[in-house]
């Protein structure tokens, strides 16, 4: 079991902005794709936040719920049956161990590329009779998800007011796009039972972190344990929402807007009544893609905050670094004074 020292904290905080002021948290924010102030809100949401919930998204539900069940039937195989997907290198599947550097939580995983050639080549022995039901899930839930990326990429271009519209989206769309995908299962964590409510609030599912990608787009069953942190050293619980989508901003997305956005860090905790399945897409460049602010974003003589990097050195520097690690932290320019 893996305790957080932090101090929980309730619902109420002060959240960080773009200028550093800090104001009252006054809740998730919530975007509905399908209004007109949908790409002013999601500007809004990743200066202040870096997170936000999606709704119309225009995923059909049979995709999502396709792909939980298969989620699900993997998960339900014995162990021996699910290692044969792993250890994960760092694709593949793994349980307790979350990379390669000693971080552990109380999740066991399957971590994908949105390549579906290579996934049916290296993991669908493991599917046993029915590989093709989870090939397709996959296929229709990856294709949906990476398409209302993109929309969501497009409207921050538009809200920030950057040309080309696609500017963003491309890198997704790049046929040597980076992409992950993720299926998560958090098994009901009996030993919570025993404890007081205080320490059961702080046993880890998945630590703290930020994505490292561009942006990341969460679903999950109706499980609370995921929260955001605010930046000041209180967290937020998200309430579940198996209907909607959670949106976080990478590291890499924080640079192209030259700290305009921030990446959310964020965690989950694990569960003593319900198992919780999660399913995330992270949506990456090209691994030669250079990640440097975009020309359009910098306002008169404005410099970049970072050092100039390819998405390759980044997700290099990345896999070596900690979970909960700064990892923007070592591309970061020092100000001259
Ligand atoms: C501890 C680690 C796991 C991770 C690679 C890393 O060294 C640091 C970043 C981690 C993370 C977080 C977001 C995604 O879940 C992930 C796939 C990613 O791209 O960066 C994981 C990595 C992983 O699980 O391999
Ligand atoms: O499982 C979740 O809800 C979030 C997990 C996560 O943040 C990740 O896999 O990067
Ligand atoms: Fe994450």
């Not at 049916?120 to 022995?125: A, E, G, M």
């Not at 921050?156 to 992409?179: C, F, T, Y």
């Not at 893609?289 to 998405?311: C, D, H, R």
Request: with cysteine; glycine share 8%; hydrophobic share 35%.
């Amino acid at each position: 079991m893996v305790f957080v020292t932090k101090p929980h904290s309730e619902n109420f905080s002060y959240a960080r902005t773009s200028n550093n002021v800090s104001k009252l948290f006054s809740g998730i924010p919530l975007v509905d794709l399908t209004k007109p102030d949908s790409k002013q809100l999601i500007v809004k949401a990743c200066e202040e936040y870096g997170f936000f919930k999606i709704i119309n998204h225009g995923v059909p539900m049979d995709f999502i719920t396709r792909l939980e069940s298969e989620a699900i039937k993997f998960f339900s195989m014995p162990l021996s049956e699910k290692e044969k997907a792993g250890p994960p290198n760092p694709l593949g599947y793994g349980n307790k161990h979350i990379g390669k550097n000693g971080d552990v939580g109380g999740v066991e995983y399957l971590l994908l590329t949105t390549n579906t050639e290579s996934n049916s080549q290296r993991f669908l022995s493991v599917f046993g009779n029915n590989p093709e039901e989870f090939c397709s899930a996959l296929n229709d839930y990856i294709s949906a998800v990476k398409k209302m990326a993109c929309e969501i990429l497009e409207l921050m271009a538009e809200g920030l007011k950057i040309q080309p519209r696609n500017v963003l989206s491309k890198l997704l769309m790049d046929e040597q796009s980076d992409s992950y995908f993720r299926l998560n299962h958090y098994p009901l964590c009996p030993e919570l039972q025993g404890l007081s409510s205080a320490s059961a609030r702080n046993v880890i599912g998945f630590g703290e972190h930020t994505d490292p990608q561009i942006i990341s787009v969460l679903r999950s069953n109706n499980t609370s344990g995921l929260q955001i942190s605010l930046g000041d050293g209180s967290w937020i619980s998200v309430p579940p929402d198996q209907n909607s989508f959670f949106i976080n901003v990478g590291d890499s997305l924080q640079v192209l807007t030259n700290g305009r956005f921030q990446s959310v860090r964020h965690r989950v905790l694990a569960n003593g009544l319900k198992s919780r399945v999660s399913m995330i897409y992270f949506g990456g460049p090209p691994l030669s893609e250079k990640i440097a602010p975009l020309q359009s974003v910098m306002n008169g003589e404005e410099e970049s905050l970072y050092e100039e990097f390819t998405w390759f050195e980044y997700k290099k520097s990345a896999c070596s670094s900690r979970l909960a690690d700064n990892r923007l932290g070592h591309f970061e320019r020092i100000a001259a004074s």
